[in-house]
């Protein structure tokens, strides 16, 4: 039976489901996947436990929904801004670093999702695990592409080093002054162009 203050089964399934998974992602981003049950999820959502997992069949699937929630978030904001830059490389990559390093430096950021559920699922098979190496790959293709149309010699070794300074600075917040983030990323990832054109 649910619990006092569940949603009612007669509620919209996709309105309970969104529930669920704003829940979910609010407290798996704030406190680590493995430290948050269902049950936690399920009281703060207001929902019955049935209602979750007819929902998310298991924890692992609502993990997966979390991380690819998130992968379409941050795809939506890198596609907006290399549109306004299209015609200019240069622009484009200086704008990624803005957006990026501004979410670097808010004070609630708490790292990269898809790093931070990487790193407490050692199992390459995971569910979870494959979204966070699929969206690491994509940012990797992406930065190469900008960098073949930048010019270099070497885009993809150039693709490499933005990929390891950005996941950097995504693992390096909390060691971070405010406001450090962006010029950071812009002066080396500038060095790193420069030398890669040469």
């Given at each position: 039976m649910a619990k006092t203050g569940a949603v009612p089964d007669t509620q919209n399934h996709a309105?309970?489901?969104d529930r669920i998974l704003e829940t979910?992602?609010?407290l798996?981003?704030?406190?680590?996947?493995?430290a948050v049950g269902v049950d936690l999820?399920?009281?703060?959502?207001?929902?019955?436990?049935t209602s979750l997992y007819r929902h998310f069949g298991t924890k692992d699937d609502?993990?997966?929904a979390f991380l690819e929630r998130e992968d379409a978030a941050f795809w939506a904001t890198w596609d907006r801004v290399a549109h306004q830059h299209a015609e200019n490389a240069a622009d484009e990559l200086d704008a990624h670093l803005e957006w990026i390093g501004e979410r670097v430096g808010r004070p609630n950021y708490r790292g990269c999702p898809q790093i931070n559920v990487a790193a407490e699922?050692?199992?390459a098979d995971h569910p979870a695990r494959r979204i966070a190496a699929s969206h690491k790959r994509e940012m990797r293709l992406r930065l190469e592409g900008i960098a073949r149309r930048l010019g270099v010699i070497h885009p993809a070794e150039l693709a490499g080093q933005l990929?390891?300074?950005i996941n950097g600075a995504f693992v390096s917040s909390q060691?971070?002054?405010?406001g450090e983030a962006i010029p950071l990323l812009r002066r080396t990832v500038h060095a790193l162009v420069e030398a890669s054109r040469t």
């Open positions: 309105e309970v489901r979910a992602c609010t798996f981003y704030r406190f680590g996947v493995r999820v399920v009281e703060k959502a207001g929902v019955a436990k609502l993990v997966a699922f050692p199992n990929s390891l300074l060691i971070l002054d405010a």
